[in-house]
């Protein structure tokens, strides 16, 4: 029972360490880097209850940049696997629901601090090494992003229970946020291990139980936030990390009475899937399951004439290219004015020669590899296709290698068609394509582009004339989640500008509010009157 109305620290976004070179944690997390790279093969457990579960049936874990080397394996299951999760986080639930707010806050405190302070070099060289990201990516993400999730997602929950009802004489209006009735199943992607921690914990701290599926490429990564998790006092129930295949959990999950929700961050064609699954067997469940997806992206940077050609090139080089194009957000299309494409096309052109490829362990690659064959074949394929294609034409890149690791070079792409095939489709990948119109053809050009993609996550205007801003924010006001006004589509902060998109790219929750948690409670309105009537009559029947 609480004996007071706690108010907890207000956060702030995590410092983003630069890895300037002489600067000290660049020497710390290299060393990291180098260890884990080195240390013994380990072995990832799924986390079921209490159990560390291993089984007989275990896969690979290696670098996207070095595929020969084995980092580790991790434990694949079964339905078996994924009833026990369920059963476990069911007899969790009662306890952690009824577990006081500010204990719930404290554990997910902690896990920001020991992010923030022993597990820094670890969470982040795990990045390294699963994702191939480069040492900066890897700080935005794996450390401060996630660290800001944990600290701002307790922020948001005083918020939500301190939003309370008005009362009038006599009475006392109460707002009471349960959490859902049920297990909530959390699906986390590859490209972002933020993500991946944020997708059950924003849940859970509402005092839900999940059952969680990380992206079998970032196991080793996930390991790190299980183990995070667990030395922070989460729970045995609480979360649980499952590896099995995803229509053999589907087929469970989907079909179970106390299934109440579902967060998820991957493709528009699995979560267009997902839901139809859960439509169908929507009369199974005590409740409406809650369904929140962030999905799929065909970002776009739109350029006005009066744009500054070299804060164009930035964007383009750094939106579209940082971490190989394998975000959300990143920029894939862009639309130029014919009077200022040279300039840009010479900037962008020398940019991307410039870029050094290869391993995250050299700080001075600006590139490293796609995440996994697969995805390597998909954006080869496309490569290919431009190719071969008579109105689309590689200026810079188009090279690629899966020899050692995963490398595509960064791809800068010309069309003379705006509904070419990668301009429309989400390439996932290192590769822009480039439509120059005539400069008159502004607002045209803008009724293109909304119309060219299924798409809207994120999108930017570049121009140094208010009313052409104006016009833009207007005009794209649907094409867009997340706008950006002279500046790349990327790097969305927690608290800043909380993130997700429309259309085809999910159901705008905007992860990093309080909107998000809002999906993870069921609210029941309580009325308590004080003087309570003992006649029905009412005063106009006198």
């Not at 297990?183 to 849940?203: H, K, M, Q, Y």
């Not at 267009?272 to 067997?281: M, V």
């Not at 639309?335 to 490829?357: C, R, T």
Request: with cysteine; charged share 20%; aromatic share 12%.
């Amino acid at each position: 029972m609480p004996k007071g109305i706690y108010q907890i620290p207000y956060p702030d976004n995590e410092p983003i360490n630069s890895y300037a070179p002489g600067r000290p944690e660049r020497e710390s997390l290299l060393a990291k880097y180098e260890e884990m790279y080195n240390q013994d093969p380990i072995d990832v457990p799924m986390y079921i209850g209490s159990e560390l579960v291993r089984t007989d049936n275990k896969k690979p874990m290696s670098p996207p940049h070095d595929h020969k080397k084995i980092l580790g394996h991790f434990n694949y299951g079964d339905r078996t696997h994924v009833e026990a999760a369920i059963n476990a986080a069911l007899a969790a639930k009662k306890q952690w629901a009824d577990l006081a707010w500010e204990h719930r806050a404290s554990i997910f405190l902690k896990a920001a601090d020991l992010v923030a302070g022993p597990y820094r070099d670890k969470i982040n060289a795990a990045t390294m090494l699963a994702q191939s990201k480069t040492l900066f990516q890897t700080e935005i993400d794996a450390a401060c992003e996630l660290i800001d999730f944990l600290r701002f997602n307790v922020h948001y929950m005083q918020e939500i229970y301190s939003n309370q009802p008005d009362s009038s004489d006599g009475v006392w209006n109460r707002m009471e946020y349960r959490p859902l009735e049920g297990f909530v199943f959390a699906i986390s992607p590859f490209n972002f291990t933020a993500i991946a921690g944020n997708l059950p914990s924003s849940a859970a701290l509402m005092g839900n139980t999940v059952v969680w599926k990380p992206a079998e490429s970032q196991m080793y990564s996930a390991q790190v936030i299980m183990e995070v998790f667990r030395e922070s006092g989460l729970p045995d129930g609480v979360i649980n990390m499952i590896t099995v295949d995803g229509p053999v959990a589907g087929d469970v999950i989907f079909k179970h009475k106390d299934f109440a929700g579902l967060h998820f961050t991957g493709s528009t064609q699995v979560f267009q899937h997902l839901w139809k699954e859960i439509g169908t067997n929507i009369d199974r469940y005590r409740s409406y399951p809650r369904i929140v997806g962030e999905t799929g992206g065909k970002d776009f940077i739109m350029v006005h004439k009066s744009a500054v050609p070299a804060q164009v090139a930035t964007a383009i080089s750094r939106g579209a290219f940082e971490f190989q194009g394998q975000k959300c957000s990143a920029a894939s299309r862009a639309y130029i004015p014919k009077s200022m494409w040279p300039a840009v096309k010479e900037q962008v052109v020398n940019d991307v020669k410039s870029f050094k490829m290869g391993s995250p362990g050299d700080p001075s690659n600006f590139i490293t590899a796609v995440i996994d064959e697969r995805a390597f074949d998909k954006i080869a394929g496309y490569i290919d296709y431009i190719k071969d294609a008579s109105d689309a034409e590689i200026l810079v890149g188009g090279g690629y290698d899966k020899s050692k690791g995963y490398f595509i070079e960064p791809t800068v792409v010309l069309t003379t068609n705006p509904k070419f095939k990668t301009m429309e489709e989400e390439i996932f990948g290192p590769v822009i394509t480039i439509y120059v119109y005539e400069d008159e053809e502004f607002e045209s050009t803008m009724e293109l582009l909304n119309e060219t993609s299924p798409y809207a996550l994120t999108g930017s205007i570049f121009s140094q004339d208010r009313y052409a801003i104006e016009k833009a924010t207007k005009m794209l006001s649907d094409a867009a989640g997340n706008f950006y006004i002279n500046d790349k589509p990327t790097g969305a902060v927690v608290n800043q500008q909380p993130f997700g998109g429309a259309r085809g790219s999910g159901t705008n929750d905007k992860a990093g509010s309080q909107w998000n948690l809002t999906r993870w409670v069921s609210m029941r309105t309580i009325k308590e009157t004080f003087v309570t009537p003992t006649d029905y009559r009412y005063p106009f029947l006198g």
